[in-house]
């Protein structure tokens, strides 16, 4: 079984930052890809950002050029670096980890924009 964890989310005001982690552990041999979604309330979860085992990356259009997804494959980590955050980047954000043996989601970090 593999348990993904999320840790990172927070308040934050228009214009900041915030730094995302998620950690899988468990009965792991290779994750093949790595991804942030994020849900916010009354709307369907949508994918942000994603990273394959090679590094190469994916970005939904409305979070391009402001969040970016990198991996550390030794560690089973991903991260996702987000700046200029807006009001409308607020959401639970969640991190699933895909390989051919298993699919996992971790249980979500708050991410909250606003003065």
């Known amino acids: 079984q593999v348990r993904v964890v999320e840790s990172g989310g927070g308040l934050v005001q228009p214009g900041g930052s915030l730094r995302l982690s998620c950690v899988a552990s468990?009965?792991?041999?290779?994750?093949?890809?790595m991804g942030w979604y994020r849900q916010a309330p009354g709307k369907q979860r949508e994918l942000v950002a994603a990273?394959?085992?090679?590094?190469?990356?994916n970005y939904a259009d409305s979070v391009k050029g402001r969040f970016s997804i990198s991996r550390d494959n030794a560690k089973n980590t991903a991260y996702l670096q987000m700046n200029s955050l807006k009001p409308e980047d607020t959401a639970v954000y969640y991190c699933k980890a895909n390989s051919w043996s298993f699919s996992s989601w971790g249980q979500g970090t708050q991410v909250t924009v606003s003065s």
């Open positions: 468990g009965s792991i041999f290779r994750i093949d890809d």
């Open positions: 990273i394959t085992s090679g590094g190469s990356t």
